[in-house]
T-cell receptor, first 113, second 112 residues
């Protein structure tokens, strides 16, 4: 009965590889987000989708591409991974853009070697 | 542009003592304010929020926060700390659109 789930929880990969992180929410929410938490625990929004439409696209390298096949899923694909991409990535959802309460997933710890 | 500053990256209290975590924000319009808690290796959990109305808001686990517009502050308090309160706490602000801007986080340690 997990509200916001992410897979995988841990991801270790080498520089140059391409990887994806998946996120699913069963709350019936319209809006989903991706956040990045760096090694100093600083959290920054990357993307937001509302009903499968991209509404927030922060200054993120275009190696990062979000995809929302339906409003319950928001995946993050990363091409040509770099050492600096190592971080914890959190998915979140909210009922809508006018609803400010966001529910976070457990996070995916990405380590690039 | 809006921003959030949390004073003190690390706060240590004794069990049973008052917890006070400070948060100041900068916003050109009335903000919506939040406190989230992150336990080790877990996601963020909403503690409490201020949108409109009563400026003293109560959250889960005995925490509360007061919105003070004149001081642009939203400090988090708990009268008596528990060992289980040890975690990272984040203050956040948002305007319409749902984009959360987080503070740097404050790690709370609780000594027995």
């Amino acid at each position: 009965d997990t509200a916001v789930s992410q897979t995988p929880k841990y991801l270790v990969t080498q520089m140059g590889n391409d990887k994806s992180i998946k996120c699913e929410q069963n709350l019936g929410h319209d809006t989903m987000y991706w956040y990045k938490q760096d090694s100093k625990k600083f959290l920054k929004i990357m993307f937001s989708y509302n009903n499968k439409e991209l509404i927030i696209n922060e200054t993120v390298p275009n190696r990062f591409s979000p995809k929302s096949p339906d409003k319950a899923h928001l995946n993050l694909h990363i091409n040509s991974l770099e050492l600096g991409d190592s971080a914890v990535y959190f998915c979140a959802s909210s009922p809508g853009t006018a609803s400010y309460e966001q529910y976070f997933g457990p996070g995916t710890r990405l380590t690039v070697t | 542009a809006q921003s959030v500053t949390q004073l003190g990256s690390h706060v240590s209290v004794s069990e049973g003592a008052l917890v006070l975590l400070r948060c100041n924000y900068s916003s050109s319009v009335p903000p919506y304010l939040f406190w989230y808690v992150q336990y080790p290796n877990q996601g963020l959990q909403l503690l409490l929020k201020y949108t409109t109305g009563a400026t003293l808001v109560k959250g889960i686990n005995g925490f509360e926060a007061e919105f003070k517009k004149s001081e642009t502050s939203f400090h988090l308090t708990k009268p008596s700390a528990h060992m289980s309160d040890a975690a990272e706490y984040f203050c956040a602000v948002t305007l319409r659109g749902g984009k959360l801007i987080f503070g740097q986080g404050t790690e709370l340690s609780v000594k027995p």
